[in-house]
């Protein structure tokens, strides 16, 4: 984007119509994710982020449909690259063994050096105005894991083994964060943590998993 405008500026004249720029989508979030950090969640309006991040309400909208959208759509992608990883398993190691690899794959593809990705899970987790739709986006996480297990089990993914690891896994998942929250730099460095608190875990599955099918999950049949 070249040049910035103030809230109560019009824009369209400096940018030719079509999809918006990266930079400044970007541009947006970084401003949005301080001034929610700085004033919460919902005392920062939309106004007050147009503002900072130079462009006016009209190109905000272009952009984010809502505030909300700033935190839910980098969760959502987060979500769905988790889905991505997990149907790409060919099937030859423990299934439970890719879903702690897969999550944690994830994970380091969603950080960023400048930590706005533990910001936003910080936003998210405590802001009251997103408590209504935390749970609908966490329930797709946990899905993905379900779904997962469900193809290496043959099984339907809302039966009670698939729904029972993917919940857990999820609640595990959301605990290292929630850790993670006081820490003054978090980085991709942090990352051999999460994937040694889901060891224990994901072998207690693994050895359920293995109890009911006969091995099979172990031996990478599908």
């Given at each position: 984007?070249?040049?910035?405008?103030?809230?109560?500026?019009?824009?369209?004249?400096?940018?030719?119509?079509?999809?918006?720029?990266?930079?400044?989508?970007?541009?947006?979030?970084?401003?949005?994710?301080?001034?929610?950090?700085?004033?919460?969640?919902?005392?920062?309006?939309?106004?007050?982020?147009?503002?900072?991040?130079?462009?006016?309400?009209?190109?905000?909208?272009?952009?984010?449909?809502?505030?909300?959208?700033?935190?839910?759509?980098?969760?959502?992608?987060?979500?769905?690259?988790?889905?991505?990883?997990?149907?790409?398993?060919?099937?030859?190691?423990?299934?439970?063994?890719?879903?702690?690899?897969?999550?944690?794959?994830?994970?380091?593809?969603?950080?960023d050096d400048e930590g706005?990705?533990?910001?936003?899970?910080?936003?998210?987790?405590?802001?009251?105005?997103?408590?209504?739709?935390?749970?609908?986006?966490?329930?797709?996480?946990?899905?993905?894991?379900?779904?997962?297990?469900?193809?290496?089990?043959?099984?339907?993914?809302?039966?009670?083994?698939?729904?029972?690891?993917?919940?857990?896994?999820?609640?595990?998942?959301?605990?290292?964060l929630r850790s993670w929250?006081?820490?003054?730099?978090?980085?991709?460095?942090?990352?051999?943590?999460?994937?040694?608190?889901?060891?224990?875990?994901?072998?207690?599955?693994?050895?359920?998993?293995?109890?009911?099918?006969?091995?099979?999950?172990?031996?990478?049949?599908?």
């Amino acid at each position: 984007m070249t040049g910035r405008q103030g809230v109560s500026g019009d824009d369209s004249g400096r940018r030719p119509r079509g999809r918006p720029s990266a930079s400044s989508r970007a541009e947006i979030e970084r401003a949005a994710i301080r001034l929610f950090l700085a004033h919460g969640y919902a005392d920062a309006t939309v106004a007050m982020i147009a503002g900072a991040s130079g462009v006016s309400r009209t190109t905000f909208f272009r952009y984010y449909h809502s505030k909300a959208e700033i935190i839910w759509a980098a969760f959502d992608r987060h979500t769905q690259h988790l889905h991505m990883l997990l149907e790409a398993d060919p099937g030859t190691e423990p299934a439970m063994t890719v879903v702690r690899r897969c999550v944690v794959e994830a994970l380091r593809d969603s950080a960023d050096d400048e930590g706005i990705w533990m910001k936003r899970f910080q936003i998210l987790d405590s802001s009251p105005d997103l408590r209504s739709e935390e749970s609908a986006h966490w329930i797709s996480w946990a899905a993905a894991i379900a779904e997962h297990v469900a193809r290496r089990t043959a099984t339907d993914p809302r039966s009670v083994v698939p729904q029972s690891i993917g919940g857990a896994v999820q609640a595990a998942f959301l605990a290292v964060l929630r850790s993670w929250i006081a820490v003054p730099a978090p980085s991709a460095a942090l990352l051999p943590e999460l994937d040694e608190e889901l060891v224990p875990l994901c072998d207690l599955f693994q050895g359920w998993l293995d109890g009911r099918n006969g091995n099979s999950t172990s031996l990478g049949s599908t």
